[in-house]
């Protein structure tokens, strides 16, 4: 299974790579010259970059991802008016590990004490995937460093997430590929599977064993979700087959007030589909006030 799980994320990654755009190719934008900076979180050292200036906004990668598969193109855009965080969890990509057994509640904490670290009160944040679920949980659990919060690609159920990861482990590796992107929308973007670079780096397949671990541990957020009081922004896509789209409307009746974005013809990897789209969506919901009241 662990062999497996590896392999379905380096197809991911070759997948991912194809849509990566530069920032600003050689310009102070281009994600491969963003410098990695270091700072001690809970016992060990986390590796994040920067790009953009004005208010902070804290992305938090999925499962078995790196800060360098956030979309480039997205990042451009969300880049523009704000400081936008990107950092690798725990164990993934530059950042050191120690033998803690991973649990969603310490991902949430990394997340917060990395806040406190880089010396922010309160960060927007957004988390894909499994880094949604961290999100969601960061803002219930920390909620002095959460100002704004996006859940994409999230849940609130264990049982479909892990039946997805499952079901990952029995495909072929044909069909593994086939499934990356909705078919509806690879039949107009048939360039979509040609020329499959290599990942830059390879996927520590013991890291991911364990974040599986912590997926498998965990018990659901929807105990949690009514108790979310930042301004929440839901965002999935109606063809996505790792957190179904019916994840995300719970998620959106759970937490009071909250906005929930659906895309069709948009899988789990809507951000490589449409990023400008997906980033429209995003930087609407960051700039509008949704309290007329204070």
Known sequence: MLKRLALWMLVAAAMLALYKLPLEQGGEHDFDSLEVHRTKVNGVELAYRTVGAGKPLLLIMGYSGTMEMWAQELIQELAADRQVIMFD????????VDERRFSIGLFASDASVL????????????????GAITAARMAAEYPERVDKLIL?????????????????????QDELIRKIFPHAWVSKHPEAYDNLPEPSSPINAKIVKRQYEALSDWHGSRALLSSIESPTLIVSGENDWVTPVDQSVDMAELIPGSWLARFKGAGHWLMYQYPVGMAEVVNNFLSVDQNLVN
């Open 115 to 130: 806040v406190k670290r880089l010396g922010f009160e309160k960060v927007d944040v957004l988390g894909w995937s499994m």
């Open 152 to 172: 994409y690609g999230g849940a609130c159920d264990r049982k479909p997430v892990v039946s997805a990861l499952n079901r990952m482990n029995k495909l072929p």
């Open 89 to 96: 969890n725990r164990g993934m990509g530059e950042s050191a």
